[in-house]
């Protein structure tokens, strides 16, 4: 991490009756405002990060975590990976189903059709260029302020609709973030202390194949989630051994 410093900008978005323990975050704790799970106001916190990030020039790719992610490959690599990528990482995909077009709010038309209407991931990774986008829309945003409510989770379909709408050349249509919903319902698993391993490192870190610059990869997923706090001790354990920190 010290070695890290000078290539790397964290930024975090606290509740408001939090204070961060660690020095690291304590200049660059953003001004937060209420968020609650699945509404509107969690895409007005991912704004606020991305515009505070970009106030920073020096700042080129940038990458929304949560406090359950956990890197899966050292910060060399994840550097690397990011900074020479050609394509954003937004996932976005069209699910004919209840929990995907049966979201769509009709009076969204015609600024958004249901044909454009995208779901995915909330965890995204993007260029310079595309965050400012984001951050400056005029356009889609007030609709799903308006529009997006109840059943519809804003940080599953704004960016995927967005990105697909304007700038679905430049996407890859995945996340970095690997999250594991074999269990179904709507959070994804969540790892406890005894399921880390090394092999579960591993695994993660290969699992699938994809395209990375026109080219196949077996490297598809930087980042992991659902981590408790209790797997720390074993991460720490582990992730020397098979990310190679000090090399």
């Known amino acids: 991490m010290k070695g890290c410093i000078q290539s790397m900008y964290i930024l975090i978005h606290l509740t408001m009756d939090h204070t961060p323990r660690v020095r690291f975050f304590m200049v660059r704790r ?64 069209d699910d004919p189903g209840p929990v995907g077009r049966g979201r769509y709010n009709f009076h969204m038309f015609p600024n958004i059709t249901l044909s454009q209407w995208r779901k995915g991931s909330q965890w995204f990774e993007m260029d310079r260029n595309l965050a400012l986008e984001v951050v400056s829309d005029q356009k889609y945003f007030p609709i799903f302020q308006k529009y997006c409510k109840g059943s519809c989770y804003a940080d599953e379909h704004y960016m995927p609709t ?30 406890l202390r005894p399921e880390v391993t090394i092999e579960l490192l591993r695994r993660l870190r290969t699992e699938k194949g994809c395209k990375y610059n026109g080219n196949n990869t077996n490297v598809c997923f930087l980042f992991a989630r659902k981590f408790l706090p209790g797997t720390l001790q074993r991460l720490l354990m582990f992730a020397p051994k098979v990310m190679h920190f000090n090399k």
């Open 162 to 191: 967005f990105v697909s709408i304007k700038y679905w050349k430049g996407n890859s249509n995945r996340s970095l973030t690997w999250v594991d919903w074999s269990k179904r319902g709507p959070h994804p698993a969540k790892f």
């Open 30 to 93: 953003i001004p937060s405002k209420e968020v609650h799970w699945g509404k509107v106001n969690m895409i007005e916190a991912e704004r606020r990060l991305l515009a505070n990030a970009l106030l920073d020039i020096s700042n080129q790719r940038f990458v929304l975590l949560s406090e359950s992610c956990i890197p899966l490959f050292n910060f060399s690599i994840v550097y690397s990976y990011l900074i020479n990528s050609t394509q954003n990482n937004v996932m976005a995909f």
